[in-house]
């Protein structure tokens, strides 16, 4: 199972439009108000879909939305380079939006299933972690070809490179295991599993706590890394060296997903100092203003992606089976929700073009994380 899920993390990410789609819309035509309303529609898409997906995931096939999830980008991206136009760029973030719901959940809840199978739970934090690690990996080989495709053969080229890496994911997905005995058959209906997994946080105080800590870890640092290319040309780089700086960042980012494993057995008050350390160097980085402190901002990342691979699995701990996606779902509700109110902080903050001011701000809720972990914890004491 492991490299099947390297394999799909590492393609799922493996798309050649990521980096240049913004370029597209501009040389289509749009406004700035136009693809700013196509990235909220995005956005929106996964809020309303992320929770139902998720209870369809527990009541029927969780491999069967991993595939279909990518067949659905492909033929979102192949409206986009073969009509380009703002419908065609909506319906295709739609089906983009759609994807995300569809394995958001999903991924977690089977793979950890599989590992309960095999009595091999603990191995859950390095196997997600190395996952994430190979997604960042194919983030960063697709960044580094995009431009020569792009000036081969145009869009068109990068279309098809991305309609390709849909399809070979598709094709991955089909190869995950599932085995679902029938102590762990799903509930006859999806409004049945829905309900199940809402109980679940309603009633459980722990479980309630894990799905509250995902967001609170991952939306604010997902948020950045949107605006970090805005950071990096404040801080000085000369525009013909910040894809360095990124993939700088980016690397420190992969890092920590590699180091999940060896990390799985810290604790709160480990994840309470990795929190806040992450969240002071990434405020001292913004601060510095230089190219130096870029690669504080990469630590910080590493830091970042590190407490995010460990609140899932703290999360993955205290579910069941039956409602797993269902319930991971939720947390990815609230990371949604979290990440939208979070670009409109940063709109804010950066008004007159101040992003180390920003990033600085918003590193502050890493420290109140850290706080209320160690209080939850003596509380708990």
């Known amino acids: 199972m492991a490299r099947t899920l390297y394999a799909y993390s590492f393609l799922d990410d493996f798309v050649l439009l990521y980096p240049v789609y913004a370029l597209l819309f501009t040389d289509t035509g749009l406004s700035v108000g136009e693809i700013s309303s196509l990235f909220a529609l995005w956005s929106l898409t996964g809020v309303l879909l992320e929770v139902p997906s998720g209870a369809w995931a527990d009541a029927v096939s969780r491999r069967l939305l991993l595939w279909v999830g990518p067949l659905l980008t492909a033929v979102g991206y192949t409206l986009w380079v073969v009509h380009p136009s703002y419908w065609a760029f909506a319906v295709g973030f739609l089906l983009w939006g759609t994807r995300g719901a ?227 779902s939720l947390a990815g509700l609230g990371t949604d929700v979290t990440t939208i109110g979070v670009y409109g902080l940063y709109a804010a903050l950066s008004v007159g073009g101040d992003h180390a001011r920003a990033f600085t701000v918003l590193a502050v809720p890493y420290v109140l994380v850290a706080v209320r972990l160690v209080w939850s914890r003596r509380g708990r004491g």
């Open 102 to 328: 569809l394995a958001s959940g999903s991924l977690e809840a089977l793979v950890h299933d599989e590992l309960v199978r095999l009595g091999a739970t603990a191995r859950y934090p390095r196997l997600m972690g190395r996952a994430r690690a190979a997604g960042l990996l194919g983030v960063m080989s697709a960044t580094g070809l995009a431009g020569p495709v792009l000036d081969a053969g145009g869009y068109a080229a990068v279309g098809a490179a991305s309609v390709g890496a849909c399809l070979l994911t598709a094709a991955v997905a089909t190869r995950f295991p599932e085995h679902r005995g029938a102590a762990e058959e799903p509930p006859e209906a999806w409004l049945a599993t829905l309900r199940s997994g809402m109980a679940a946080v309603r009633g459980d105080r722990r479980v309630r706590a894990a799905v509250l800590l995902v967001p609170a870890v991952t939306a604010v640092w997902g948020a950045l890394d949107e605006y970090t290319p805005l950071l990096v040309r404040e801080a000085g780089v000369r525009d013909a060296m910040a894809p360095y700086f990124l993939l700088l960042i980016g690397a420190g980012a992969t890092v920590g997903g590699l180091l999940a494993g060896a990390a799985a057995r810290v604790g709160t008050r480990g994840l309470a100092a990795l929190s806040a350390g992450a969240g002071v160097m990434l405020a001292a980085g913004a601060c510095w203003g230089t190219a130096l402190g870029l690669v504080l901002v990469a630590v910080a990342f590493c830091g970042f992606q590190l407490a995010t691979v460990l609140v899932d699995a703290r999360l993955q701990e205290r579910l069941d089976d039956g409602t797993r996606a269902t319930v991971t």
